[in-house]
């Protein structure tokens, strides 16, 4: 499981930043794509495509991941 950090919701284009929240962590779930796009669980508990930019990897040991990814799925 990999996770990343919301670092910013500008330049979004006609995409909506409703559903981010700067500072919170979200679980990845396909890597970046070749137009710069990473599929994430956002707050709307759904995985959606945002622009990379907005976001900075974040590297957690795998017994950190999987809580991680219990409280998040919560």
């Known amino acids: ?6 670092v910013s919701r500008e330049g979004m284009g ?3 930043a409703d559903d981010l929240t ?3 962590l979200y679980e990845v779930l396909s890597p970046v794509d070749s137009q ?7 707050d709307s508990g759904e995985g959606y495509l945002y622009p ?9 040991q795998e017994p ?4 991680l990814h219990a409280l998040l799925a919560a």
């Open 1 to 6: 499981m990999k996770f990343m950090v919301c």
């Open 14 to 16: 006609e995409f909506s």
């Open 22 to 24: 700067l500072g919170r």
């Open 36 to 42: 710069g796009m990473v599929r994430v669980i956002d």
């Open 52 to 60: 990379a930019g907005l976001f900075d990897a974040v590297e957690v």
């Open 64 to 67: 950190t991941a999987a809580r």
